[in-house]
């Protein structure tokens, strides 16, 4: 069954930013998955107590696919890079299809 990534992210750094994400599509392809969404052209109807600059959705095969890239050696510096650059309230969510 198909798992999938969601993030929000409010980007604080975008030359750091910029470098994760040339780094990162790759990554991701690696391990199989790949992108359903990128986007930075967000209308928000409902909103919560802040609003995001970016969602991305990673589709891969399954939830095993994202544990493997997630935790690979090749990702740690990603993420720390990725953390570096963005708000303290950005989220990243693993979740299984239906």
């Given at each position: 069954?198909?798992?999938?990534?969601?993030g929000?992210?409010?980007?604080t750094?975008?030359?750091?930013?910029?470098?994760?994400?040339?780094?990162?599509?790759?990554?991701?392809?690696?391990?199989?998955g790949?992108?359903?969404?990128?986007?930075?052209?967000?209308?928000?109807?409902?909103?919560?107590?802040?609003?995001?600059?970016?969602?991305?959705?990673?589709?891969?095969?399954?939830r095993?696919?994202?544990?493997?890239?997630?935790?690979?050696?090749?990702?740690?510096?990603?993420?720390?890079?990725r953390?570096?650059?963005?708000?303290?309230?950005?989220?990243?969510?693993?979740?299984?299809?239906?």
């Amino acid at each position: 069954m198909p798992s999938y990534v969601v993030g929000l992210h409010q980007i604080t750094d975008h030359t750091r930013f910029d470098e994760y994400r040339n780094q990162i599509g790759p990554l991701v392809a690696k391990f199989g998955g790949r992108y359903l969404t990128r986007g930075e052209n967000l209308r928000m109807p409902e909103g919560g107590y802040w609003k995001p600059e970016r969602v991305v959705v990673i589709e891969f095969p399954d939830r095993a696919a994202i544990n493997e890239w997630y935790s690979s050696p090749e990702y740690q510096p990603l993420i720390e890079l990725r953390k570096g650059c963005q708000s303290v309230n950005d989220m990243t969510f693993f979740m299984d299809g239906v």
